[in-house]
């Protein structure tokens, strides 16, 4: 586990033979790394060069993983203005907590002008390569809910297979359990398309490693540590044991979708500044469970971006259970990957789907996590009980129209929940079901997704449906109809939110009702272009769900449900009123 304190200084500058290498023969810059060997993933990094004669504001140092990669397939980099000395051809800066760990070395490559008549910059100098001195260092660590009440599981990554396992007991100094892991991985040839399959965008993810902790006592705090006795073992950490399910047992949590990650340096590869400070907010709530709803880590193919995500999420999905569902960024792709020819996609013509994923074809989203029901679905749906709430995960990328296996799961899931022990119900899918956003009002798509899951959602009480997508919040009024017309209904009708809101740059504008205006339908409570974050707080009486802004953590919007309100509702249904 990474922390600020953790800092190691690594000098990076180069010898004329490195340079060499790099096709700058002569320049005399010099460019070195100390330690070569990094003690731990997150290791700071302090950056020296010496000996450019053409300083500009333009140089860079850039950052390469494979360190073999031609000099143009770097994966992110720092100006060389971050140094107060750059001006004199000489400079030094810290990269702060951005090296990790990734199994095999790093190199840096400083790029400049090599003379005065020359635009173009070029390689001037080449680091020693920065490996770490522990390859297989339990890394990237993340909870999910088990599949028994009562478990936990923990994911994490090593270079090499070994003898993974977990550890947990009652206090740091007594781990007396212990369960062994089970461990995946993937290779160039189980991802669908460039850039995903290129081995300059590829990063080896090593041995995905997940165990379970089972017999955990509700609401005890568990410590835990994963790792083997020949790799070394991971920080010992904590989490509160999952509650149980139970009308009276209210839970907290945070919700939202297409995070993604914000970084120290330049990538190529588009990132979402605002995540940080959805994060930087979601820590002081201290939820007891995170739902992300699609579009987790937008790596789209560039595998150095889930390195990054599951670092940057590791306090907090160490120390509670980090569920996820499926989004376009993960999972959509044309054509299956050579290792596995039957996965063709599924692409109906109702539906836009494109190439999101970057070749990524659903492979790391499906390998790195580990949600209940996995065997079945590859994490693609699910539920769970926590608390007095039923939490439905649902896949808008793969089959879901009537009669398909994951339609038949959803009907007979949902006639399962008893409402006397869950009286809550909260269903999650990628792409809305409802949205005044452009190109979202009228969607076939949209319309299928309201004809396949509508029925099911109004027969059995849904309270809340909870999607991504579009990179806004939006609330609705209680809907008593979606397809073939919207219609807002009495309170206890489904309520849709829209909570794509919590990192992703890109928003599309609210569709037109008339020339130039964009008036909000009346169907549509609350609407906002701000970033943020939701929060789900239960009692035995009452769901409170509030969207807070990143900027302040104030809240925006909330609803209070009253549990006698939409049990009533329900009653009505049952005694054969129907829609109202």
């Known amino acids: 586990m990474v922390t600020a304190n953790n800092a190691v200084v690594v000098v990076v500058a180069a010898c004329v033979a490195a340079a060499l290498v790099a096709g700058a023969a002569g320049s005399g810059v010099t460019l070195r790394a100390t330690p070569g060997t990094l003690p731990h993933s997150g290791a700071n990094v302090t950056v020296s060069w010496t000996g450019v004669t053409h300083p500009s504001v333009d140089d860079f140092v850039a950052l390469y993983v494979p360190a073999g990669n031609p000099d143009s397939k770097y994966f992110g980099k720092y100006m060389a203005t971050n140094a107060t000395g750059w001006k004199s051809g000489s400079g030094s800066f810290v990269i702060a907590d951005a090296v990790l760990n990734f199994r095999q070395p790093l190199q840096l490559r400083l790029f400049s002008r090599a003379s005065a008549d020359v635009d173009a910059l070029a390689v001037v100098a080449v680091s020693n390569n920065v490996a770490p001195a522990n390859p297989n260092e339990p890394t990237m660590g993340h ?318 009480g849904v309270d809340l449906v909870l999607t991504g997508h579009v990179h806004k919040y939006e609330r609705s009024e209680p809907m008593k109809s979606l397809y073939p017309e919207r219609a807002i209904g009495a309170p206890g009708h489904p309520i849709y939110v829209v909570l794509g809101m919590a990192g992703h740059t890109f928003q599309m504008p609210w569709s037109q009702y008339s020339s130039n205006h964009f008036f909000q339908p009346a169907w549509s409570v609350f609407r906002t272009a701000n970033w943020g974050y939701c929060m789900i707080e239960t009692t035995a009486d009452t769901l409170t769900f509030q969207y807070r802004g990143d900027q302040s953590d104030g809240v925006h919007d909330e609803i209070v449900l009253s549990r006698s309100v939409q049990a009533a509702h329900r009653a009505r249904l049952a005694a054969g009123h129907g829609r109202d």
């Open 143 to 460: 909870l999910a809910l088990g599949e028994a009440a009562g478990s936990m599981s923990i994911s994490w990554t090593t270079r090499d297979l070994g003898t993974p396992m977990v550890r947990w007991g009652a206090s740091p100094d007594s781990l007396d359990a212990q369960a062994p892991a089970t461990t995946t991985t993937y290779t160039t040839g189980d991802l669908c398309n460039a850039p995903a399959n290129e081995s300059v965008n590829f990063i080896k993810p090593g041995s995905l490693h997940t165990a379970v902790m089972t017999g955990l006592k509700p609401g005890a705090t568990v410590y835990y540590t994963y790792g083997s006795e020949a790799f070394g073992w991971a920080e010992v950490a904590s989490f509160v044991a999952p509650v149980p399910a139970g009308a009276e047992q209210g839970v907290k949590v945070a919700v939202f979708g297409d995070l993604g990650v914000a970084l120290p340096f330049t990538i190529g590869p588009e990132q979402q500044p605002p995540a940080k400070k959805t994060l930087q907010w979601v820590r002081k709530h201290d939820p007891q469970l995170v739902l992300h709803v699609g579009d987790i880590s937008y790596a789209r193919g560039y595998s150095f971006l889930w390195e990054y995500f599951f670092d940057h999420i590791e306090d907090l999905a160490t120390s509670r259970p980090w569920m996820v569902g499926v989004g376009n960024h993960e999972w959509d792709y044309e054509h299956p990957p050579p290792n596995d020819p039957s996965r063709v996609p599924w692409r109906p013509p109702f539906a836009n789907y494109g190439t999101d994923s970057g070749g990524e074809c659903g492979v790391p989203y499906m390998k790195r996590f580990a949600m209940p029901n996995a065997n079945v679905s590859s994490n693609l749906y699910y539920s769970f009980d926590f608390g007095n709430v039923h939490f439905v995960t649902l896949s808008s990328e793969t089959d879901f129209v009537a009669g398909s296996p994951q339609w038949t799961w959803l009907a007979a899931d949902l006639e399962s929940v008893d409402r006397t022990i869950t009286p809550w119900l909260v269903v999650s899918l990628h792409r809305p079901m409802l949205s005044s956003s452009h190109g979202n009002m009228n969607s076939k798509l949209v319309d299928q997704f309201a004809i396949a899951f509508e029925p099911l959602f109004l027969k059995h």
